[in-house]
């Protein structure tokens, strides 16, 4: 039985991450690690609606009759789990962030929020979309190290000690990104601001 | 291999025989420092059958591969034996000077052993290591024995035991630099134990840094996020801890009167702003730190360092105490005697409790104040009720009959959380291996600051991830080992970066959290052969079942059971609370797995 207090927190951030237009209707998932479980999203369930029956729990490394239910992405959200300290994890849509990713290794944000918060975020890229092992390892990997990372053409996957902590990685990269596209539109000499700002690139 | 020193120097105070030989490359990687190198040295030298105060038991004082670097609090060190009050793996560390000064004397490791036929102090100038007699100083309190040292902050420091040491006090702190403790569990009474008054250290040799550009770049960004965090930048320096005062007496989580409520109504009187605004005259720094949040406060009879948040509520709101000037010399006369306030204060609660209930003939009351300086005396120098409360509030509870009343786990008090209106910080104390502890890990930033994010401090279900996130997380920085009020602006993916930096090894945030976690298996090992399980992980009655009688908790117990069991399947433990074969395999501590 999952408890309400945690339902809350699903509903919250599933609603805020569609109304930030983070998500289409039924993409994006989110979980959150309750000891040696994890709850996660059901599959096809939409976020900005969940309701109660929407939340599917099952063992962070053994199944039960939770995963015939679990978001395609179960497997990802399990690894991330397993090798790192993450306790949630959010994976969203966030548009300008996917079309930055589709030209670029990493992403490193001009403006101060991110530049302060995030640093850098690397784009990692597999054959094969998110639900196989190989790009759940490296996405895992990639994890250990940065608290948000993009799949390249496909979305970012943040983590956190709550939920609301990876949907902050993941807005901030987003309005990042839509920062850096006016900038590129308003197509001026960028004047550098930041103090030791090589350092970013070497995060 | 930058970052470490690379050298343990071992002295065996029965045969004076000093030793010196390289620290162990692949155990210095495992462990880096500090707690979890400590824990898993005395794994070797420690076993069942030694009694913590006998020759046998050993201190072992460590740095960590930050100590000394100029890193931010990068000035910490640790001590680790077998604790005289809990019978535990024992590691208490502290500020100050000292661990810098010993590490740029060339050593990662101090191990001391056997026991000197008569109190001696050692002196440790770099590699010339010196014996002294100190039948002189045998006796003395804690700043004259360290001004009588020589000491001096940025060239030679001074640590010792005060009389409550020398008088094998099981709440005896171990003092550094006059007024900093190396305070729980009793490592003062080993060091008495062994006649050892004080150790002497002048280092030359800071450390050499892998990366200086990249470790310069994690100095400036570091910097500039302990600048934008008003906890750090504003709260702590201006306050200090004791600014938690009104925030946990808020949310009804401020253990008052012995745990039978959890609000004081005499909260501000003994609050950080009230502690600024009456007595502070400036505050102070450990060694790099730009925080600041040591306080210099001066009453009608004492003027020194202190006190501490846990120290004020300890003979403050646990005494039922809102004398502010008469906590604060309290504190004083705990650093002078070298006694840890937060046992000290707690186990002077209980010994109030039991007098007002008629268990104990004494004239202690809660709201005493006038009595606390005299009690303190008598703990620290053994006399008359003093000497049973010296022992701590577990033994002394338990030797009138009323163990209950002691509210310790495995037998150290417990400082100023309140578990029924924090759930998660019960579980926390119930299954820290040292015992009735908040530094193996708190739950006052999720559950009460916010820190990253604010959960619900009532929440059960999911509550073991975070505590054992918390736990893990601080052992890493406690075997780093840096000030964990640096992970209140910073958080733990700066100290992988900045390890990385300063030993050229490749630390990702989660192999940091990794290395704490492997220092909670192998402190965890070490209490299980000592005979530690389940029934120890565990919390006063009065936690269990009476609930809070008013306030912002009312109402609540703990609900210890539902997140005890949660917490041992997460932690890859048995049911017993033994670790499974399969997790020590994956933290590399296969070997050490017995049946």
Redesign the interface.
Known sequence: M??E??YEQFKQIGRDLYTAGMISSHGGNIS?????RVVIKRRGAQLGALQPHDLIETGIDKNDSGVTMASTELLAHRMIYL???A?SIVHCHPRTAIAFSLSRDEIVPIDNEAS?LLKKVPVIYEEFASGTPEMANNLASA???Y?IVMLRGHGSFAT???L??AF?WSSTLEESCQIALYAKLINEPFIEYR??QE?YN?? | MNGWAGKVLDIDLTTRAVKTYPLDEELAKQFLGGRGLGARLLWDLVGPEVEALSPQNVLIFTGGPLTATGYQTSNRFSVTTKSPLTGTVLDANSGGFWGMQFKKAGYDVLIVRGKSETPVSIEIINDKISFHDAAHLWGKRVMETTTALGQNNNKRNVLCIGPAGENLSRIAAIMNDGQRSLARGGPGAVMGSKNLKAIVVEGKTRPGIEDPERFKFMLYETRKLLRASPLTSQALPEFGTVVMMNIVNSVGALPTRNHQQSQFEGAEAISGETLTEKYLVKNESCWACPIGCTRVSKTDKVNGEGPEFETTWAFGAQCGIDDLAAIIEANSICNDLGMDTISAGSTIACAMEMSERGYVDSDLRFGRADLLAATLEDMGYRRGLGAELSEGSLRFAGKHGHPELSMSVKGMEMPAYDPRGMQGQGLLYATSNRGGCHMRGNMLGLEVLGLPKLIDRFQVQGKSSYVILHQNASAAIDSLVICKFTNMGVAEEYFARTLTAVTGIPYANGDLIRVGERAYNMERLYNVREGFSRKDDTLPQRLLTEPVPEGPSKGWVSKLEPMLKEYYRARGWDENGTPKKAKLAELGLAELATG
Do not use: A, F
């Open positions: 999952i408890d207090r945690i959150m690690r309750v000891g040696d090798k790192t300290p306790l302060y994890l250990q190290s608290k956190g000690q709550t609301d902590e902050h103090k030791n350092g070497k995060w």
